[in-house]
Structures are given as structure tokens and as C-alpha cells.
């Protein structure tokens, strides 16, 4: 069954190419390094050494400028991150996964201009689960289709007609009420509905502004997967660059003539700083900012939804379920547990697979202990595979709402909220502090590739002054 992108019936037109910025082609990991020609130009830092960041580091960079990224973590990429130690054979990417939209992708060029191996996911490659374990006939997926197509346009039709804005839940619980449905199609049609918009937005259908929701840009050409991470990307960009890990910020003063910013590592001064904390560390008030953050800023930060999507790695002895296909969907739970999962094996080989939650039920489950979490997804996994199959030899999980340097996943819009908040995010404070994160730019929100976008559009603008 089609899956997230495939889904929403907007607009999605060609992005013209993005230019990227020169980089050499080393893969060692960054380690800070000497600064050269110190009184060429002012001193900038930049806070956090994700794609945002490291967009904006390394932009500066190759244009000569003097710059410094201060990042907490004891590693780059921030929310793109590669485990390359549960299992050393096959490194598996616990935030990040694909690139939306090949065509036209600073990430793409990215990843070509370092030689990085990635594989197209083919989201019509899938197959439906009922609450028997038992796959769906084609004639039933054909049905789900046409309910699911005759919903979104019954919901892209009150985003037109509503005077003013609501919440996607309620916009398809009045678009439900009009279509005849028995209680099986009407559990398996709420259960695609997670599966497809509620882990695309990481957040539940009622948290999402009916107006709003979707008003990103696509791009085409398909996903892709990095089959050996995507932290790959973030090692490219870092080339180079001076990157200080293990300094966490702790506060910004911006009243003196240069910009004082006070780590747990020490005290660093700058002619600019660019800002590139998730928007879930801003919310959170973890990095003081004196004088305070505008007011309208700080309403930007308040009224932004900090989305969750939540990843479960499993390995088990052998492969025992077919490579083919590459997503697998289960839809009669009655819960929305699980409800999508991606054929890890498909792609490397490996005895893996992949299995997500999203927003209210990602939160209950990061509650429970790990093996708990694990049984879950087992019972699911043996009502369609048999009680006969084995327990996963290892697995590796992602509880990304307790990660004191993210607080979740990615941004959304809620009710009552509007692009243009993301623009406000973005905005520089007197020429002095600028903004970068994928929260901040409205075009392309809830990427890497937006986050990387955001980082040259802050580099820029420190260069254009």
C-alpha cells in the first residue's frame, strides 16, 4: 500500500537546483583545527554541529571566514545519526533516514560529490496486514486506496471551504462521517492514517492545523536510504572545519560590542553566532539568551509543534520473512502500534527490520522498559510471520523526546499556526544572531535537506553584511 508521499494530493512542482558549496573529500571525523589568517575576517560560532550547522560552517569556511562550531554531543550530526556499534557490520541510522525528493537536493549533490552509496525505497513495494496477520488481497487494497484518496479530498476540500482553522482530526472525522464504512474498513483506514500522515508529521491527526499541515514543498524524483548511513553526509560537510564537541552552551550575551557564549567547556566571543539548536532545545529554555529573544520570536518558538517519530531496530538469527516488500503495513491492530515497518533486509542483506511509532503512541511506548517495547512489537510481528519464529538476537531503539540535546524529532505545524512562524524562527537579531534549523525554513521543514538550506541561507546572510 502506498505510503506517506505518496499520499497527499497537493501541488509539488520542480525546485530549481540548489549549488553546493565546495568541500574536500577526507572521511576522517573532524577534530578542531588551527585557525588560519585570524584578522582576515570577524570571528563567527556556530551552535551545533547538525546538518543546519554544519551547512553554515562549512560555507562560511570555504569562503575564508573564521568560524567555530560548538556542538554538545561527543559526535556531529545532531539529529542525523549513525550506530555504527550495535552491530559493526551494518551501521543503522537511528534519526534521519532518507532524502525526500532526489531531484534537485542539496543533499544529493551532497552525497555524490562524496561518493556515498544510497538505495531508492519504492513505496509501492508494500503489503497490508488485517488484524489476522493475513495479508491484503489486492481487491481490499484497491478499496483502502479509494477510501483514503476519497477522505484526502474531502479534507483538502474543507481546508478550502472551513472560514477558520481546526485541526486535521476534526477536519476527517466530519470528512468520515459521509462515507459508509463497516467497522473493519474504519479501523484499517484510522490505522493507514497514522501510518501514513501521523509518522510524515510526527504528530497525532488532532495536533495538526487542518490550513497548514501540509504546506511544504516537495521535490521529485523519489527517496533514497543511505544502506550505510547517513552519517556519512555529516563527515563530508565537517571536513576541515573547527568543531568543538562536548561544549554545550550554555548561554548567549549579546550586549557587549562582540557576543559572549558561555559553554560548560568555557567562554568563546564572537562577531556573529548562528543559532542552530532544535527547536525542542529552544522550547525547552536550555540556552539563556540575554538580552531576551524578541517577543515575537519567543511566540514562534511557544506556538511550533516539536513532532516524534521513534525507531525500532530488530536483528534476528536468520532472515525468515520475505526481502520483498520493501514496507510493510499493519493495519488491524486497533491501536495504530507499529502500524508501519521498513524491510531493512531488502536492502543490506542483513537479518533486520525496521519498525516506527509516531507522536501520543511513540510517547507511551518510550515509557516502558526495553523489553517490553521489544514483546510489542514481537506479538505484532508472529501474528503474521507465526508463533514459531525466534526472538530478535539484538535490537537497537530510539526514545528521541528524552534527548536532552533534541527533545524529539522534527517540527509541525498545530491549529492556528501559520508558515510564516517558521520565517519569524528564522529571522536575525540585529545583524549579530542568526537562525538555522530545519524549523526554520518554511519551504522545506522536517528535513535534512531543509536544515541544510537553512544553514547556507544563515551563512549567506553573515556574508552579504
Known amino acids: 500500500m502506498p505510503t506517506p508521499r505518496r499520499l ?3 501541488l509539488s512542482g520542480l525546485i530549481a537546483a540548489y549549488t553546493l558549496v565546495a568541500a574536500c573529500a577526507s572521511e576522517s571525523s573532524p577534530q578542531p583545527s588551527a585557525v588560519k589568517n585570524p584578522a582576515a575576517h570577524p570571528q563567527v560560532l556556530v551552535i551545533g554541529a547538525g546538518i543546519a550547522g554544519l551547512a553554515a560552517a562549512r560555507t562560511l569556511h570555504d569562503q575564508g571566514r573564521i568560524v567555530t562550531v560548538l556542538e554538545a554531543r561527543t559526535r556531529i550530526g545532531g539529529r542525523v545519526w549513525t550506530d555504527r556499534t550495535t552491530w559493526p557490520d551494518q551501521p543503522v541510522d537511528l534519526g534521519a533516514s532518507w532524502i525526500h525528493g532526489v531531484r534537485g537536493n542539496p543533499i544529493t549533490h551532497v552525497a555524490k560529490a562524496a561518493a556515498i552509496t544510497t538505495a531508492a525505497t519504492d513505496y509501492d513495494n508494500s503489503q497490508g496486514y488485517d488484524s489476522q496477520g493475513l495479508p491484503l488481497s489486492p481487491a481490499t487494497e484497491t478499496r483502502l486506496w479509494s477510501q483514503i484518496e476519497t477522505l484526502m479530498k474531502r479534507v483538502a476540500d474543507l481546508q478550502e471551504e472551513t472560514e477558520t482553522d481546526i485541526s486535521l482530526q476534526a477536519a476527517m472525522d466530519q470528512a468520515l462521517a459521509q462515507m459508509a464504512l463497516d467497522r473493519a474498513d ?17 504528530a497525532d491527526a488532532a495536533q495538526l492545523s487542518l490550513w497548514t499541515y501540509d504546506h511544504e514543498e516537495d521535490l521529485p524524483g523519489g527517496d533514497v536510504i543511505f544502506p550505510d548511513g547517513y ?10 572545519v573547527d568543531v568543538r564537541l562536548g ?3 550554555l548561554a548567549i550575551d549579546a550586549t557587549g560590542d562582540t557576543i559572549q557564549v558561555q559553554t560548560d567547556q568555557g567562554r568563546f566571543s564572537a562577531d556573529q553566532v548562528v543559532v542552530t539548536l532544535p527547536l525542542g532545545v529552544l522550547k525547552k529554555g536550555s540556552v539563556t539568551f540575554t538580552p531576551a ?7 514562534a518558538i511557544a506556538d ?6 521513534d525507531k525500532l531496530y530488530l536483528r534476528f538469527p536468520a532472515i525468515f520473512w520475505p526481502t520483498e516488500p520493501e514496507v510493510l503495513n499493519f493495519l488491524g491492530n486497533g491501536t ?4 508501519e515497518w521498513l524491510n531493512i533486509a531488502h536492502y543490506t542483506g542483513k537479518p533486520m527490520i525496521l519498525g516506527f511509532n509516531a507522536s501520543r503512541i511513540a510517547r507511551q511506548m518510550a515509557a516502558r522498559a526495553d523489553a517490553e517495547i521489544v514483546a510489542s512489537a514481537m506479538q505484532l510481528l508472529r501474528t503474521v510471520y507465526g508463533p514459531q519464529i525466534p526472538d530478535p538476537d539484538s535490537f537497537r531503539l530510539t526514545r528521541w523526546a528524552q534527548d536532552p540535546f533534541a527533545w524529539g524529532s522534527y517540527s509541525y505545524l498545530p491549529p492556528g499556526t501559520t508558515p510564516e512562524i517558521m520565517d519569524t524562527l528564522a529571522t536575525p537579531v540585529a545583524d549579530r544572531l542568526f537562525f538555522a534549523g ?5 519551504e522545506h521543514p522536517s528535513t535534512v535537506h531543509g536544515a541544510y538550506l537553512s544553514g547556507v541561507r544563515a551563512a549567506e546572510a553573515i556574508m552579504d553584511l
Open 293 to 299: 529573544l524578541p517577543a515575537q520570536k519567543r511566540a
Open 231 to 240: 552519517d556519512a553526509i555529516a563527515t563530508f560537510l565537517a571536513q576541515g
Open 336 to 339: 495504530g502500534e507499529w502500524a
Open 8 to 10: 497527499f494530493l497537493k
Open 304 to 309: 511550533l509543534g516539536m513532532g516524534l517519530l
Open 438 to 442: 530545519e524549523a526554520t525554513y518554511r
Open 186 to 202: 474504519l479501523q484499517a483506514l484510522r490505522t493507514a492514517i497514522i501510518a501514513m500522515i501521523e509518522h510524515e508529521y510526527g
Open 247 to 249: 561544549h554545550r552552551v
